[in-house]
């Protein structure tokens, strides 16, 4: 059970660490002069991807982040399947 409650715990704080960062850059940004933004997302449907963004860089953030996030969720899974003995 402890396990369980320490990665509530720290969900929990990166949520709120991803809302301040949010907020910290919509605050620099509204102060600052001229800004860029970029955007861009996967979504996985099935085994195929499919790659977004507002530039080709931004694209390339997002299937760089959406790949390594795919890894971690194998290495997930093979942990809980009891893979590490």
């Given at each position: 059970?402890?396990?369980?409650?320490?990665?509530i715990?720290?969900?929990?704080?990166?949520v709120?660490?991803?809302?301040?960062?949010i907020l910290?850059g919509?605050?620099?940004?509204?102060?600052?002069?001229?800004?860029?933004v970029?955007?861009?997302?996967?979504?996985?449907?099935?085994?195929?991807?499919?790659?977004?963004?507002?530039s080709s860089?931004?694209?390339?953030?997002?299937?760089?982040?959406?790949a390594?996030?795919?890894?971690l969720?194998i290495?997930?899974?093979?942990?809980?399947?009891?893979?590490?003995?």
């Amino acid at each position: 059970m402890e396990a369980s409650s320490a990665l509530i715990s720290a969900g929990i704080l990166l949520v709120f660490i991803g809302f301040f960062l949010i907020l910290a850059g919509v605050l620099l940004a509204s102060t600052g002069g001229e800004g860029r933004v970029e955007g861009g997302g996967v979504i996985i449907i099935g085994p195929i991807p499919i790659i977004f963004g507002s530039s080709s860089r931004a694209a390339l953030a997002a299937a760089i982040i959406g790949a390594l996030l795919m890894v971690l969720s194998i290495i997930w899974l093979w942990l809980m399947r009891g893979g590490a003995h």
